[in-house]
């Protein structure tokens, strides 16, 4: 089904530069040229045989590793090779395209097709499926022989759920569709495939459901990933630089995740899934502002619980964006805000500190910073002594030594503790470098800095779109009924409307409906059925 | 080249911003936090001597660093100067500190007895100008010494004097109510407010007044200088009059409705014997200043109505019955007139409206107002004051016949 897919699209849009060239009838001709154009590279395997339809040469090509070998030796050779040749192969049929019969009678396998150029026959071998050659005949059979070795599904790394599916996508795309597939059994479920990068071919493909997801927003996203003009796509995040909007923004506009009960979600909520090959890590568009503060857990246990936690998440949000700024422009500019023994306590500490606050919220900031910079690329095995060094040293000999006051360990522990309780990691390395601005500001100008600060984010923030919905969408523009799973996140029955902007053409979820106990039901129950 | 002008443009924005310098911050360590102000006259020319309460942090917040408290100094610093204001005093005083005064948490001004026995009502424009001070600053009157001498005295357990007279002052004011918490903004309005005039508690050092700075002062369990709550302090025109103390003090916070809670000891039986004696602590007291006009002649009634429960009893007396209740609360009744009306005598005696009963007046009864506003001291002096009490004990504890027999 990919595969079909993936050939129209790969018809409707030739890769530049190569002139279309079929293919020649002489089979040697043929075979050498791949070799050639391959620069006989050891891994392209051609197998030559005498088929046994046509009694006649043929040979397969394959690159070895991307393939099934099995499949190859099982339905490919061994169903040519012996061929029912004398049953049907009256003279007349031998006019008619032979490759088509082959592929139609012979040929056990799920997708197969004939390629006539080069460049199709190339991509197809390249993508791991096999290619039947007969002398005599221009064209190709190719087989879809994908194999090789993968990752398996795995627990997703990056986004951990105490109570939710632990299934997490992998790095071929084929097993991603299929994940989101089987959770998502309906047939609105719609796909386009893109081969995006000149060198790489990678396979992209782009999952909504029809009916949900808004046409425009789906035009929209085709448009923008047929626009990609680069050589190569190793990762989600390459596709999200070209296609994003607002590319200097420091905030993130399209959402990434891991996980296919996210995707799945997003989806019903009318998003389009970017899928692409080779990075487990899917895009989500569009995306609004509040989704990077949702987790797919808040789902998953009761409301209540969600709510609390997703309130619990904001002040985090707070504290890790406003954190370090709040303790400077406090301790050095508005003195009188703090009560009296508080501020009495900070002096104290603070009287043998040599640097002025800002200097010492940076020191301290900046240590924290490399520090867990370091604490990502280390070998685990090091991890350990790292984390150790980082507290005892910046922590208690710091303090100790009269470098850094405690209160400024508390501070920068407690914004970077609070940093962690964002779902989404992109989001939090936002936060992580407009910390490093406000803290001058707030250095430069107290409190005042800070709000001047604050301004400039409220209004980038919304002033940026994502795939024409408003970043900060339903804050601004409000809309009432989606207020329901933004900040709160009301029981499930409530929940009967989908995201207005996201999904705009159809926006009813369901008709709610709450649990009714047994007795109550029949009370309520019968005027209705009856 | 747009580009280019674009960017340099941003660049000049960019080092405006390290230009500012900024300027209005002060670190910690360059501030001296003042925890209280006291103001002195001077004795032979006119102008203040102001003393500052400067506390030291090291000292007072005990950060660990292995509990080298002890040998980090006295928990404050008091610096004096003199001065024809109280701002060029505090500029000045920068020749002994080597911080910038900072004067945002200030718990206390205290106004020597001498200065207070003159005027001072001109005293507190600055800490209405000042952005600093805060109005909500406590004010008491040193009684008996100088306002310097009561800052010097060092304080147990809450180790910022200013700290211990304002807890000292807040827990009386709420558990004993004879003395009451009144900040510069409250004398503020009373001094602009219509005929009202002003009442600050009193603070004086109990015991050695000289011992009170040293460090031995906090070396003995009994301490040889003490800082009590004691008294109001009545004015007339910014001018101290007279101390209410006692029975009087806590007339007057009842007059103003102030009572929160406090014991009274009364007489239990008729016999007068000064062993017998109940003490009845007051729960609830509400009072009500009317106001009414006869001839042109104000006269006022005081409403009071309070509720209270049997603390102690020391003879023998039969709570569970309704007489002797009612006895109790006669005797308590009696005792609450009587100390109302010695606070309103303490006032009218002084001529001086301290509880408001002009405003009371204003608001009933404007337009006599208008008329005695100009002589309302004279007038006040002559009023007719009518005291009506309702006392109500409610509960008498956890057992009714006290285990005395007669």
């Known amino acids: 089904m990919i595969k079909r897919r993936k050939l129209r699209s790969q018809a409707s849009q030739q890769p530049s530069g190569n002139s279309v060239s079929p293919l020649g009838t002489d089979l040697k001709a043929n075979l050498q040229r791949m070799k050639q154009s391959m620069g006989h590279s050891n891994d392209l395997v051609v197998r030559e045989f005498r088929i046994g339809y046509v009694q006649g040469d043929a040979a397969i090509v394959y690159i070895d590793n991307l393939v099934d070998k099995k499949m190859i030796g099982e339905f490919v050779l061994r169903s040519t090779m012996s061929g029912a040749a004398g049953s049907e192969s009256n003279a007349s049929e031998r006019d008619i395209d032979v490759l088509d019969t082959i592929k139609n009678r012979i040929l056990p396998l799920g997708e197969a097709s004939i390629a006539k150029e080069w460049n199709e026959l190339f991509s197809a071998v390249l993508n791991g499926d096999t290619a039947i050659l007969v002398s005599g005949y221009a064209g190709a059979i190719i087989v879809s022989t994908h194999g090789g070795e993968h990752r398996s599904v795995e627990e997703p790394s990056s986004e951990v759920l105490i109570r939710g599916p632990k299934e997490g996508f992998t790095e071929s795309i084929a097993t991603n569709i299929s994940l989101v597939r089987r959770r998502l059994k309906t047939r609105n479920l719609w796909m386009d495939g893109f081969k995006i990068g000149n060198v790489t071919q990678t396979n992209v493909g782009i999952l909504y459901i029809k009916g949900i997801a808004g046409d425009k927003t789906v035009e929209e996203v085709k448009r923008r990933l047929n626009g990609i003009e680069t050589d190569g796509v190793l990762e989600s995040g390459i596709i999200e630089e070209f296609i994003r909007d607002h590319p200097f923004s420091l905030f993130p506009t399209l959402d990434n995740t891991e996980r296919p009960d996210s995707v799945a979600a997003g989806l019903l909520e009318g998003q389009v899934a970017i899928l692409i090959d080779g990075t487990p890590f899917v895009l989500l568009a569009p995306t609004t502002f509040f989704m990077f503060f949702q987790s797919p857990e808040d789902h998953y246990h009761n409301f209540q619980f969600a709510i609390f936690i997703r309130t619990l998440r904001f002040v985090a949000f707070m504290i890790s964006l406003l954190g370090p700024s709040i303790y400077v422009a406090a301790i050095s500019f508005h003195q009188e805000m703090i009560p009296t023994s508080l501020l009495l306590s900070l002096a104290a500490q603070r009287e043998g500190v040599p640097f002025p606050a800002l200097i010492e919220a940076f020191l301290m900031e900046a240590s924290f910073e490399i520090l867990r910079e370091a604490g990502v690329r280390m070998p685990r095995a090091i991890g350990q002594a790292v984390s150790i060094v980082g507290a005892i040293v910046l922590g208690q000999a710091a303090v100790q030594a009269g470098i850094v006051s405690s209160a400024m360990v508390i501070v920068v522990s407690l914004t970077g503790i609070a940093s962690f309780t964002m779902p989404a990691y992109n989001m939090g390395i936002s936060i992580r470098m407009l910390r490093f601005m406000l803290m001058i500001s707030a250095g430069l100008f107290g409190f005042f800095g800070i709000a001047l600060g604050g301004l400039i984010i409220t209004a980038h923030l919304c002033s940026i779109r994502s795939f024409g919905i408003p970043f900060m969408s339903p804050f601004a523009p409000f809309i009432a009924a989606d207020q329901k799973d933004t900040l709160l996140r009301l029981p499930r029955w409530f929940l009967n409307t989908r995201p207005r902007l996201i999904s705009q053409e159809n926006t009813t979820r369901m008709n709610g409906s709450k649990p009714v106990p047994p007795g109550e039901a029949a009370e309520e129950g019968s005027p209705d059925e009856n | ?406």
């Open chain 2, 1 to 406: 080249m747009r580009t280019r002008s674009a960017s340099s443009l941003m660049l000049i924005g960019l080092l405006l911003i390290p230009l500012t310098g900024c300027w209005n911050s002060r670190e910690l360590r360059d501030l001296s936090i003042i925890g209280a102000i006291g103001i002195d006259k001077l004795p032979d020319k006119p102008g203040y001597k102001v003393s500052f309460q400067i506390i030291n942090p090291s000292a007072v917040a005990m950060t660990g660093n292995g509990g080298g408290g002890s040998q980090a100094g006295m928990p404050v610093t008091v610096y004096t100067g003199t001065g024809s204001s109280i701002f060029e005093v505090i500029r000045k005083t920068s020749r002994l500190s080597p911080r910038q005064l900072f004067f945002s948490h200030i718990r206390l001004i205290v106004i020597g007895e001498t200065l207070a026995s003159e005027d001072l009502s001109h005293l507190f424009d600055f800490f209405e100008r000042s952005h600093e001070v805060r109005l909500t600053t406590k004010l008491v009157v040193s009684r008996g010494s100088s306002a310097e001498q009561l800052l010097q005295v060092l304080t147990p357990l809450e180790r910022i004097p200013s700290d211990a007279v304002y807890g000292k002052l807040e827990s009386t004011e709420s558990i004993w109510s004879e003395s009451m918490v009144t900040g510069v903004d409250d004398v503020i309005n009373r001094l602009i407010g219509p005929g009202k005039q002003l009442l600050i508690s009193g603070v004086r050092i109990l015991g050695d007044q000289d011992k009170g700075g040293e460090k031995a002062n906090l070396d003995k369990t009994k301490l040889p200088a003490e800082i009590e709550i004691k008294g109001i302090a009545l004015f007339k025109n910014g001018r101290l009059e007279t101390w209410l103390d006692g029975g009087k003090a806590r007339g007057a916070l009842r007059i103003q409705d102030k009572m929160k809670s406090s014991v009274v000891t009364v007489p239990c039986k008729d016999h007068d014997d000064p062993a017998a004696i109940a003490a009845i602590e007051i729960t609830r007291s509400r009072t009500k200043v009317k106001a009414t006009v006869v001839d042109g002649e104000p006269a006022f009634r005081v409403y009071v109505r309070e509720e209270g429960n049997v603390g102690e009893v020391s003879c023998a007396v039969d709570l569970s019955k309704k007489e002797a209740i009612e006895e109790l609360e006669q005797r308590w009744r009696s005792k609450t007139k009587q100390e109302i009306r010695e606070a309103i005598e303490a006032a009218q005696s002084r001529s001086s409206d301290v509880y408001g009963f002009g405003e009371v007046l204003n608001r009933s009864y404007p337009r006599t107002w208008k008329k005695l506003e100009d002589r309302w001291s004279e007038v006040f002096a002559d009023c007719e004051i009518e005291v009506h009490v309702e006392s109500f004990i409610r509960r008498s504890g956890m057992r009714t016949k006290p285990y005395i027999k007669e």
